[in-house]
């Protein structure tokens, strides 16, 4: 499994609770429907210190690293990032993780 780690930071007109959790919003009932998205987690800032510097932590399951590109190119995470979230975003690091799940 491939744990996808999106960092993300909006513009100052948009960094705003709630226009975070209208992101947060939107991409919960979004990302789900692109091509292997197993799992979605969503998460806004819980400190001021990671609110100066991420807005949102995504974190998206695929079962490897052929699915990361299946869903980078899949229509509707392409309407996501470059259609509703390009025009707010300021920054956007993106990284992926093999996940390891430690035996009971």
Do not use: N
């Not at 975070?20 to 400190?47: F, H, M, N, W, Y």
């Not at 949102?56 to 699915?67: S, Y």
């Amino acid at each position: 499994m491939i744990e996808r780690v999106v960092l993300i930071k909006l513009k100052k007109a948009y960094a705003t609770d709630e226009q975070r959790a209208q992101v947060a919003a939107a991409t919960a009932s979004t990302l789900p429907k692109a091509e292997g998205v197993r799992a979605l987690r969503i998460g806004t800032p819980a400190d001021g210190r990671t609110r100066r510097d991420w807005d949102l932590c995504l974190q998206v399951v695929l079962d490897d690293v052929e699915a990361v590109e299946r869903y980078r190119v899949d229509p509707v995470h392409r309407a996501y990032a470059d259609v509703f979230l390009r025009p707010m975003l300021e920054r956007i690091h993106v990284f992926d993780f093999e996940r390891f799940e430690p035996e009971s």
